[in-house]
């Protein structure tokens, strides 16, 4: 299995950010880690084993991106408003420098977006606002309404960080032609505490006329075991 590990300094974020690489072709997949998670918790958790027939056949290309909770989402020590300015920096690192290096390594203009817990709600938010580049959206067991990290606090930062209020208000005809064409999956457990929050965002998307998957799995089912099912199941085709 090709596997590439890759560090630059980010002028988005003003320090160095690391990634890994895994395969050589096919869709590319922006991958986010848990809460606070590093670049190689994918590798770590068994993920890529998981997926390395998709990899080794050419079928997908997955790039491991690092977090920087720490610094936005979940710095309590922060006021909210640096916390939501430290994510929208991140946004633009991803958008804005990640996107770019995987274009120029791999052609394939499908891009799927994924992640489980709070990699869910990067994959779904990043997915979401950006329809036109990311094809498919794999949330897992994720988060989806932005505003317990805000502690009360509210901008346009936290607003369009946070999908459960963009989404009822998005009106721009070229957004939701992107949108209504994009596969969005939203996998949870029924006893998952998340799982309301999951029903909440499929249904507002459902009402702007956004279709979606949402799928609800047995149990918790809020942990790695379970996100390698889920993502063979959605991602590769089988379990």
Same mark, same amino acid.
């Given at each position: 299995?090709?596997?590439?590990?890759?560090?630059?300094?980010? @002028?988005? !974020?003003?320090?160095?950010?690391?990634?890994?690489?895994?395969? #050589?072709?096919?869709?590319?997949? /922006?991958?986010? $880690?848990?809460?606070?998670?590093?670049?190689?918790?994918?590798?770590?958790?068994?993920?890529?084993?998981?997926?390395?027939?998709?990899?080794?056949?050419?079928?997908?290309?997955?790039?491991?991106?690092?977090?920087?909770?720490?610094?936005?989402?979940?710095?309590?020590?922060?006021?909210?408003?640096?916390?939501?300015?430290?994510?929208?920096?991140?946004?633009?690192?991803?958008?804005?420098?990640?996107?770019?290096?995987?274009?120029?390594?791999?052609?394939? @203009?499908? !891009?799927?977006?994924?992640?489980?817990?709070?990699?869910?709600? #990067?994959?779904?938010?990043?997915? /979401?606002?950006? $329809?036109?580049?990311?094809?498919?959206?794999?949330?897992?067991?994720?988060?989806?309404?932005?505003?317990?990290?805000?502690?009360?606090?509210?901008?346009?930062?936290?607003?369009?960080?946070?999908?459960?209020?963009?989404?009822?208000?998005?009106?721009?005809?070229?957004?939701?032609?992107?949108?209504?064409?994009?596969?969005?999956?939203?996998?949870?457990?029924?006893?998952?505490?998340?799982?309301?929050?999951?029903?909440?965002?499929?249904?507002?998307?459902?009402q702007k006329g956004i279709g979606n998957a949402l799928r609800e799995w047995d149990g918790w089912a809020h942990d790695w075991p379970f996100w390698q099912q889920m993502v063979l199941h959605y991602i590769s085709g089988h379990d």
């Amino acid at each position: 299995m090709n596997r590439e590990y890759h560090r630059w300094y980010s @002028p988005a !974020l003003n320090r160095d950010m690391e990634l890994l690489v895994f395969g #050589h072709s096919g869709a590319r997949a /922006l991958i986010f $880690p848990t809460s606070k998670g590093k670049f190689y918790e994918w590798e770590d958790r068994g993920m890529i084993n998981a997926l390395a027939e998709s990899i080794n056949n050419g079928w997908l290309q997955l790039y491991c991106v690092d977090s920087v909770d720490e610094e936005s989402w979940y710095c309590y020590w922060a006021h909210p408003s640096g916390r939501a300015q430290r994510h929208q920096a991140y946004d633009h690192y991803l958008r804005n420098e990640v996107l770019p290096f995987s274009e120029r390594k791999n052609g394939n @203009p499908f !891009l799927i977006s994924m992640g489980a817990s709070f990699g869910g709600y #990067h994959a779904m938010n990043f997915g /979401l606002r950006y $329809p036109q580049q990311v094809s498919r959206i794999l949330a897992m067991s994720g988060l989806y309404d932005i505003r317990r990290f805000a502690a009360g606090y509210y901008d346009d930062n936290v607003y369009f960080n946070n999908p459960v209020d963009y989404i009822p208000n998005e009106n721009n005809p070229e957004r939701l032609y992107w949108l209504q064409r994009q596969d969005i999956i939203i996998a949870c457990g029924r006893e998952d505490s998340l799982m309301p929050n999951g029903r909440t965002l499929s249904e507002k998307l459902w009402q702007k006329g956004i279709g979606n998957a949402l799928r609800e799995w047995d149990g918790w089912a809020h942990d790695w075991p379970f996100w390698q099912q889920m993502v063979l199941h959605y991602i590769s085709g089988h379990d």
